[in-house]
């Protein structure tokens, strides 16, 4: 991803096709470590092709892939069969155990 990353900075810095020494001159810079076959193998996959162009075909790509969210809400939907609750129910109102009474039953308190 990092070699990804420098190969787009060297793009955006006006270098249309920036070699391997240049990539590896951006992540040395940040102290990152270059892999020359990562480096290679990016360099030949774009090869001759826009940099638009090869971020729009990935943008399609991952319209396609789910994120999970979507799927969720679908399913929540299903379950609510698309009613609203009802908001007339009343609410039930849990008892409190009044935690003094605990402690004497101890024989002990935890703040004494």
Known sequence: ???IAAYLLAV??????PSAEDLKHILSSVGAE???????????????KD???LIAAGREKL???PSGGAAIA??????SGGAA?????????????DNEESDDEMCFSLFD
């Open 1 to 3: 991803m990092k070699i």
């Open 12 to 17: 955006l810095g006006g270098n249309p096709s």
């Open 34 to 48: 270059a892999d020359d076959e990562m480096i290679a193998l990016l360099l030949a996959q774009v090869k001759d």
């Open 51 to 53: 940099i638009t162009e």
């Open 63 to 65: 319209a396609t892939v």
């Open 74 to 79: 679908v399913a929540a939907s299903a379950d």
């Open 85 to 97: 609750p009802a908001a007339d129910e009343p609410k039930k109102e849990e008892k409190v155990e």
